[in-house]
C-alpha cells in the first residue's frame, strides 16, 4: 500500500510533530489533575469505562464538532445560523471500538442530511490500527475463536467471526496479484518444499500438500514465487509440469540449480521446463532425513562426522568422507547410510560449484525460518474449510514474516 504524494518518513515526522504540539498543549500540571480525580473517582486508566475510553470519547466529539462546525460555516450558538441554508439536527449514538476498547460517542447530524464526518466516518465502527491488529494476530496463526478472546479481554471489545473475515479477506485481491505477478527471467536457485494442511473437500477432511517455490535471484535475494495446493494425486510429472510451466509463462526462462526433496515426477518435470536446470538434492532435507534414524545421544557426534561431507572440496573427498562415516556409524545406523546411497547421484552436484554457491544450498537460514513460521501457524488449525482459507493465512504468514514476496 501506498501512501499518494507522501512518503513514510514523512508520515511519522509528522505524526510525531503533531505529538509534542498535543503535549505542549496539554501542561503536565493538567495531566495530573485529570489523573488525580479518576484516581479520587475510582475510575481505572483503562477499560470499556476507563479514562482513556473516556478521554478517547471526548476528542472524538469534539473532533466531530468540529467537523460539523466547518461543514455548516458557522459554530453553535453563533448569530450567523438562524436563517442558514442548514443547521443542526441533534445527533445519534454510535459505539466505535478503539484500541482503548469500545467507546459510546454521539455523533451530530445535519437537517439536510449532507454532513460526511471524516474521523469517524459512516459505517465505520473500528477507529485505530484494530484492522491491521486482527490481520496480525491472524498472520501469527491465532484462529478466529482466539482473536475474538483476546480482542475482548484486553480490549473489551466484541467482534463476530464474520468480521474477522472480511477484514482479513481484504488480502484476496491482493493474492491474485501475487500469484499471477511477472518473475525476473533467472533465479541462480530455486527451492521446492511442501507442508501438509488439512482441508475440507466435499465434506470429507483430507490431508494436502502445499508446494512453496523459493528463488534467490541474481543479486542473492530469496523471494516466494509462488504456492500451490495438489490434490492426492498431485505428486506427479503432469501436475509439476503445470506448476512449473506457470513460473516460466510468468518470466522464469531459467534457473541453474533446483533444490527439492526427492518429490515425484519432480526431476523430470525440471528438465522439461529448464532443460539446463541441474536438479539438486537439498541438502538440509538430507541431512535432517538421515538424522532420523540416529539416537538423540549420538546425534551431535554423527552431525558433526556429516559435516566433512557436504563441505568436501570435490566428490572424491565428499566419497571418502562417506566411507569413514560408513566404518564409524554404519553398523549402528544402516538407515542412515541407505538414506545417503541413495540419494548420491543428486546430492555431489552442487560439490562442483564454488562455496559461495554451496553456502545457499545447504545454508538456508532464511527459508527455513519461513518454513518454521508457516508450519507453526499452521499447526493451530485443526483443519481448514477451503483451499482459500489455507493460501489467505499462508500469504499473511510470508508477509509477517517478512520475506520478499
Not at 95 to 107: A, C, D, E, H, M
Not at 121 to 149: F, N
Not at 178 to 193: A, K
Request: net charge neutral.
Amino acid at each position: 500500500m501506498s501512501t499518494e504524494g507522501t512518503s513514510d518518513g514523512s508520515l511519522e515526522a509528522g505524526a510525531e510533530a503533531a505529538a509534542r504540539r498535543l503535549a505542549a498543549m496539554v501542561s503536565p500540571e493538567v495531566i495530573d489533575r485529570i489523573l488525580a480525580d479518576a484516581q479520587a473517582s475510582g475510575m481505572p486508566l483503562d477499560g470499556a469505562n476507563g479514562l482513556l475510553s473516556q478521554m478517547t470519547k471526548a476528542f472524538l466529539e469534539r473532533a466531530l464538532g468540529a467537523e460539523m462546525d466547518d461543514h455548516l460555516g458557522y459554530e453553535k450558538g453563533d448569530p450567523a445560523g438562524p436563517g442558514s441554508p442548514d443547521s443542526r439536527n441533534g445527533s445519534y449514538a454510535k459505539t466505535v471500538t478503539t484500541n482503548s476498547g469500545p467507546v459510546r460517542i454521539s455523533v451530530p447530524r445535519d437537517r439536510n442530511g449532507e454532513f460526511t464526518p471524516k474521523i469517524v466516518p459512516k459505517g465505520q465502527r473500528r477507529l485505530g490500527q484494530i484492522d491491521d491488529m486482527i490481520l496480525s494476530l491472524y498472520a501469527r496463526g491465532m484462529t478466529t475463536r482466539d482473536i475474538r478472546a483476546h480482542l475482548e479481554e484486553v480490549y473489551g471489545a466484541r467482534v463476530s467471526p464474520e468480521l474477522i473475515s472480511r477484514v482479513t479477506d481484504v488480502v484476496t485481491d491482493e493474492i491474485a496479484d501475487w500469484q499471477n505477478r511477472p518473475l525476473d527471467s533467472l533465479y541462480v536457485i530455486c527451492y521446492v518444499d511442501a507442508l501438509v494442511v488439512k482441508i475440507r473437500t466435499e465434506g470429507v477432511v483430507c490431508k494436502r500438500p502445499v508446494y512453496i517455490v523459493t528463488g534467490v535471484d541474481v543479486d542473492g535475494y530469496k523471494h516466494v514465487l509462488g504456492m500451490w495446493i495438489g490434490a492426492s494425486e498431485g505428486e506427479s510429472k503432469a501436475y509439476w509440469l503445470t506448476v512449473l510451466t506457470e513460473l516460466r509463462n510468468r518470466g522464469v526462462d531459467d534457473v541453474l540449480i533446483v533444490c527439492c526433496d526427492g518429490l515425484t515426477g519432480l526431476p523430470d518435470a525440471i528438465t522439461t521446463v529448464w532443460p539446463r536446470a541441474e536438479v539438486q538434492t537439498c541438502v538440509i532435507h538430507l541431512i535432517r532425513n538421515s538424522m532420523k534414524y540416529v539416537s538423540y545421544s549420538d546425534r551431535k557426534a554423527v552431525a558433526a562426522a556429516l559435516k566433512p561431507i557436504y563441505c568436501a572440496v570435490n566428490e572424491q573427498a565428499a566419497k571418502a568422507a562417506l566411507e569413514k562415516l560408513r566404518g564409524e556409524w554404519g553398523r549402528k545406523y544402516p538407515g542412515m547410510l541407505a538414506a545417503w546411497d541413495r540419494t548420491w547421484d543428486e546430492f555431489i552436484p552442487f560439490l562442483k560449484y564454488p562455496k559461495e554457491i554451496r553456502k545457499v544450498v545447504y545454508t538456508t537460514n532464511a527459508i527455513e525460518s519461513l518454513n518454521f513460521q508457516l508450519r507453526k501457524i499452521t499447526k493451530n488449525r485443526g483443519h481448514f474449510p477451503s483451499e482459500e482459507a489455507v493460501v489467505k493465512l499462508l500469504y499473511l504468514g510470508i508477509e509477517g514474516a517478512r520475506f520478499s514476496v
